[in-house]
């Protein structure tokens, strides 16, 4: 049964930094894209960023180019995502989803974890 189980949220000022983890089991994710999404209250959820999990292929969304990295760690199982220069805009809850690369829906969610940037 596959798990995704994210950790790492919290309580940052604004300027401040926070690392995401997501950690995988259940299954072997080659041929899977992890990516991280997050969802502020009244707005819908929105995609953040995502890797293959060979590490080839990264994408992410604008708002967060140049302040957010997502990376796996292979021995460990885990995607990660360093969040620096955060702003009050980017409190939400944050989720962990895999896909299968090529497919359209990300079929495995974590519980997520919030996060609150203080202004």
């Known amino acids: 049964q596959v798990q995704l189980v994210e950790s790492g949220g919290g309580l940052v000022q604004a300027g401040g930094s926070l690392r995401l983890s997501c950690a995988a089991s259940g299954r072997t994710f080659s041929g899977y894209q992890l990516g991280w999404f997050r969802q502020a209250p009244g707005k819908e959820r929105e995609f953040i960023a995502s890797?293959?999990?060979?590490?080839?292929?990264?994408q992410y969304t604008d708002s967060v180019k140049g302040r957010f990295t997502i990376s796996r760690d292979n021995a460990k199982n885990t995607v990660n995502l360093q969040m620096n220069s955060l702003k009050p805009e980017d409190t939400a809850v944050y989720y962990c989803?895999?896909?299968?690369?090529?497919?359209?829906?990300?079929?495995?969610w974590g519980q997520g974890t919030q996060v609150t940037v203080s202004s």
């Open positions: 890797i293959i999990w060979s590490g080839l292929g990264t």
């Open positions: 989803a895999a896909r299968i690369v090529g497919t359209t829906s990300y079929k495995y």
